[in-house]
């Protein structure tokens, strides 16, 4: 049988990064065994449905290159892939259970009393209409009277399966709610219509969050009732932001959009977030996704939660910064250039030759540029650092020398000057570092810039460069 997984999003908002981490270990694990990915759009919470939210996770997954065979917009033989338009699926099975005896009339409502007499107290229903003879049920229904269908559980006993990632996982049954399936408006929880589903789309393992870890034994229960074969599971372990507490969708944690407003790439954010509860036999950091479905395997998943450190991230986006070719990099951080008041001051080109390699989210470009346009010298003694053995007096030799140099030149480009500032060092015997360092604070003001005094002067060009240096030396000579 050919392996089929599923990604079931709710549409509720935005794509929260624990979910793009279930669709990306679904579709990996999928690929890696030459199988299909499905998506399916679970959307029975009509209450928490936000208009947009389906576009929003298809143009996630596009972005991130996870493609799926089968979809609501790329339709197979076992659609439809959105679970409102298969109501009558639902009633037609729940009806079906009813008579197989899985699961019974309830019309307690929202008055159905709690059972108290259970171990540890846990309040659940108290199988009242289970017990109702058909006769009480005609009547209810003659009347009009409104009703649920719940799953009929056994009282007693204990229910066992296998997990590809946490082993052998047992239930009593004492534990577990006779859980509605159909709700009064007719329409399925997700506890029924996800098994619904996962039978008739023939999946064959189901990947999802560790809530679903105890629960899981009343779906099998379902598949028991009906005589199906059961899928195999795999539960992933929660995303944390710190050591007490999950990364939360409801609570407006971080999101895939909220990464890439920043300026992260869609393959890092994949390829960071695929490490979050994996890892590769080859303890490698940076993968591709075709390398991504090469490496993955159900062994190099954890038991433990993983932490979520941005921090990580943005070093990982830095690398996969670095290998973009100038163009594509001109290309992708054009939109942050336009945010930046000072981007359109100077050659964009330039500007992304220094910042290339010197950023590790495109969001830092606006900080960068404004580093080199907002020229103000607070602090006289950046002048002078021990390190470098530099004073006051080596940065006026330093700066008379570049600004007599830089006034004579033609040509003025990162070459020239490079070489420029070269002869000066050996012409005046200042250490390269003494000279260097002068220029970079005369023209910036300040001790740490996107570039070095090369870079930042070649962006400046030379009527500015020369207006700073000698605002400098100026203000060096007064002082």
């Known amino acids: 049988m050919k392996m089929r997984t599923r990604f079931a999003p709710s549409p509720t908002g935005f794509m929260h990064i624990g979910n793009l981490r279930t669709a990306l270990y679904a579709y990996l694990f999928a690929k890696s065994n030459n199988g299909d990915f499905l998506i399916r759009i679970e959307d029975t919470d009509r209450e928490r449905f936000v208009p947009g939210a389906i576009e929003k996770i298809y143009s996630t997954l596009d972005a991130c290159g996870i493609v799926e065979d089968e979809s609501p917009r790329k339709p197979g033989a076992c659609g439809p892939y959105v679970q409102s338009e298969r109501k009558e699926i639902y009633l037609n099975y729940a009806k079906k259970l009813v008579e197989l005896g899985g699961a019974y009339l309830c019309f307690c409502g929202k008055k159905a009393a709690p059972n108290n007499d259970t171990a540890e107290n846990i309040q659940k229903y108290d199988k009242h209409c289970a017990s109702l003879s058909q006769s009480e049920i005609e009547a209810n229904l003659a009347k009009g009277q409104p009703y649920v269908i719940r799953q009929n559980i056994p009282l007693s006993g204990k229910t066992t399966y296998h997990d590809m990632v946490f082993g052998d996982i047992v239930v009593d049954c004492a534990d577990l709610e006779d859980n509605i399936l159909i709700k009064s408006d007719g329409m399925p929880t997700y506890n029924f219509a996800n098994v619904i589903d996962d039978h008739l789309m023939g999946i064959t393992h189901v990947i999802r969050g560790t809530e679903y870890l105890s629960s899981t ?214 250490k390269k570092g003494q000279v260097l360092w002068a220029v970079r604070v005369a023209l ?31 203000l060096l000579n007064s002082n």
């Open 217 to 430: 034994p009343k779906y099998n229960l379902l598949y028991e009732s009906f005589g199906w074969k059961k899928p195999q599971y795999m539960h992933l372990t929660p995303i944390m932001k710190d050591e007490r507490h999950k990364l939360s969708k409801r609570d407006g944690d971080a999101n895939f959009e909220d990464f890439t407003s920043k300026g992260y790439l869609p393959s890092a954010i994949i390829n960071y977030i695929a490490l979050l509860g994996w890892s590769p036999k080859e303890n490698i950091e940076k993968m591709t996704m075709s390398e991504l479905i090469e490496l993955f395997s159900v062994d190099g998943l954890t038991k433990s939660a993983s932490i979520f450190d941005e921090t990580k991230m943005k070093w990982l986006n830095g690398q996969y910064i670095r290998e973009l070719s100038i163009e594509d990099f001109l290309k992708l951080s054009s939109p942050f250039f336009d945010k930046s008041q000072y981007g359109k001051s100077y050659d964009r080109i330039k500007l992304a030759t220094v910042l290339h390699q010197r950023v590790d989210i495109f969001d830092e470009i606006e900080e960068k540029i404004a580093l080199i346009e907002n020229f103000n010298i607070y602090n006289i003694e950046l002048f002078e650092r021990q390190k470098l053995k530099a004073t006051r007096e080596t940065a006026k030799i330093a700066l008379n020398s570049v600004i007599l140099a830089f006034s004579e030149l033609e040509a003025f480009d990162e070459t020239v000057i490079r070489d420029t500032l070269a002869s000066i060092t050996e012409q005046t015997a200042l």
């Open 444 to 474: 910036t003001g300040k001790e740490s810039t996107p570039g070095g005094a090369v870079e930042t002067a070649d962006i400046l060009g030379k009527s500015e460069s020369l207006r700073r240096l000698k605002f400098s030396l100026e």
